[in-house]
T-cell receptor
């Protein structure tokens, strides 16, 4: 989802449930996408990436889905744990461009 | 070290003072990036280096901001005559080469800058 002002979209889940975090990206020419996790007081931590010639990629407990038709990216976290609580950012990149463009983030809270 | 290292972790200074922020990238990474993150916001790109060269400085917010990199390793971001709107977390990232295709950037934990 999109943020409004300083308020991040939030997602609250119970421990053990699956989480889905969504991101709408802006540039149809973007061909590389990354999900980052940022815990309080820390820098963004790389989770998983996907190129535009794929529509799905799986990692350990995480899956990224890419829908280029509607310019939508999602991150699925299986069996969510309290340690997954953080702000999650999607980022997009175009071709050989050096710059990552970040979304505003989603705050995930996992309730024990 | 194994990751990107930034110093200081926190900096509090008075308006009008100059500050210098340091970044040590992952060893062997030729590309280095600076971003700024304001409270509750995403990351704003500032500048990148390929080796010691910064081909594009257009992301720097004003001419009070400058950055340099020496020896293809350590980089410093300098903010002159700081203003209160400069308060933010300044993040540094590095990648083996310029991001493009499949090169995730790896971030340090940032410098939290507060201007009084």
């Amino acid at each position: 989802g999109e943020s409004v002002g300083l308020h991040l979209p939030t997602l609250s889940v119970q421990e053990g449930d699956n989480s889905i975090i969504n991101c709408a990206y802006s540039n149809s020419a973007s061909d590389y996408f990354i999900w980052y996790k940022q815990e309080s007081g820390k820098g963004p931590q790389f989770i998983i990436d996907i190129r535009s010639n794929m529509d799905k990629r799986q990692g350990q407990r995480v899956t990224v889905l890419l829908n280029k038709t509607v310019k939508h990216l999602s991150l699925q976290i299986a069996a969510t744990q309290p340690g997954d609580s953080a702000v999650y950012f999607c980022a997009e990149n175009i071709g050989s461009n050096y710059k990552l463009t970040f979304g505003k983030g989603t705050l995930l809270t996992v309730n024990p | 070290g194994a990751g990107v290292s930034q110093s200081p972790s926190n900096k509090v200074t008075e308006k009008g003072k100059d500050v210098e922020l340091r970044c040590d990238p992952i060893s062997g990474h030729t590309a280095l990036y600076w971003y700024r993150q304001s409270l509750g916001q995403g990351l704003e790109f500032l500048i990148y280096f390929q080796g010691n060269s910064a081909p594009d400085k257009s992301g720097l917010p004003s001419d009070r901001f400058s950055a340099e990199r020496t020896g293809g390793s350590v980089s410093t971001l300098t903010i002159q005559r700081t203003q209160q709107e400069d308060s933010a977390v300044y993040l540094c990232a590095s990648s083996p080469r310029l991001s493009g295709g499949n090169q995730p950037q790896h971030f340090g934990d940032g410098t939290r800058l507060s201007i009084l």
